[in-house]
């Protein structure tokens, strides 16, 4: 398959899932079942963004062109991918720069995002048989040129241990910040919200952590995220939610709270679902190189930084750790 190629059959796949035909649909049903966490609406968030920022021709034929990927790779490896499932579809974006560059691929995917990365590449195997000489599916990596895994920091440390000594982006735990300065508009901090509870804030690009300046009025953020609400209809947060905030109340912590989503002081840039730790700042232009060198943060949202609303939209070439995927695999 030559890059043309490529390009065409992924532009298409962008236009199969924006049309929504009936198989689409039954997929996005059953990765609902599978996985609780992945309520409708998340999923149909997550694969429109990738329809739309990704699956374009021309977009795909620019990044393609930035990295000066060949027409044919005359000697293809085998990369390793190891893909995660906080939220819907977070490995494709590995998969696309593989395939992309022209290597073959082996994919791991987590049992709780296993539905719909199979059956979109099985629908571009449909279209086009080729597809299956370079990408399949397994259970044990074995036998790869080189990895992609992401996990936790745990996960990472296995993922040292076995992949190490090949080429490799081992990816751990990360997660997105905030800087607020008290000028936020209405229309901000209902985006913010968004930034904050998309896909129950499991992604390492939604807001865990607040920095706001000393004396905060945080009752209009509270009102915005009353959007939200409607999530204590799902038991899964519901539980979250009612079990942190026991842990609050019965250690005696302050914390403020619009019954749906908790908010309170936490050094940590890792909040529970439910739940968004928030830290007070003297000096903004101090705190934000503190925050720019921190490896534990993935986003910095804010004025002047990612725009609200903006955190789960993340661009071709917006790579997860700030490692860049295709210049790695361009050198494999």
Request: glycine share 6%; proline share 5%; charged share 20%.
């Amino acid at each position: 398959m030559i890059l043309q190629e490529r390009i065409e059959l992924l532009a298409r796949l962008g236009g199969y899932i924006l049309e929504n035909p009936v198989a689409w649909q039954d997929a996005k049903e059953r990765a609902y079942r599978e996985n609780p966490w992945f309520i409708p609406e998340f999923i149909e968030e997550a694969s429109q963004a990738i329809a739309l920022q990704f699956l374009q021709k021309d977009l795909l034929q620019q990044w393609a062109g930035d990295y000066g990927v060949p027409d044919k790779r005359p000697d293809p490896k085998t990369m390793g991918i190891v893909m995660a499932g906080n939220i819907p579809l977070v490995g494709f974006h590995d998969f696309l720069c593989v395939f992309i560059s022209g290597h073959r691929q082996l994919i791991k995917t987590s049992s709780k995002d296993d539905v719909l990365i199979r059956h979109l590449v099985n629908q571009l195997i449909q279209w086009s048989p080729a597809v299956s000489g370079f990408v399949n599916f397994a259970d044990r990596l074995n036998g790869c040129d080189a990895y992609i895994a992401t996990g936790s920091n745990n996960s990472g440390r296995y993922f040292d241990y076995y992949f190490g000594k090949y080429p490799h982006i081992i990816r751990r735990n990360r997660s997105s910040v905030a800087v607020l300065d008290n000028t936020e508009t209405r229309e901000e901090l209902s985006a913010l919200a968004k930034d904050i509870q998309l896909y129950f804030g499991l992604g390492c690009r939604n807001i865990t952590q607040l920095y706001v300046p000393k004396d905060y009025p945080f009752i209009a953020l509270l009102d915005a995220l009353r959007e939200y609400q409607y999530f204590l209809d799902y038991h899964k947060y519901k539980h979250n939610f009612d079990y942190h905030l026991a842990l609050l109340i019965m250690g005696n912590r302050y914390y403020m709270s619009n019954e749906s989503i908790i908010l309170t002081e936490n050094p940590s840039p890792f909040s529970p679902v439910s739940q968004v730790h928030y830290q007070f700042y003297d000096d903004k232009d101090t705190l934000l190189p503190s925050l720019q060198n921190n490896n534990e943060i993935q986003c910095l949202v804010g004025h002047g930084l990612i725009p609200f609303g903006k955190a789960q939209m993340p661009s071709l070439t917006d790579y997860a750790d700030g490692v860049d995927t295709m210049a790695f695999l361009m050198k494999c």
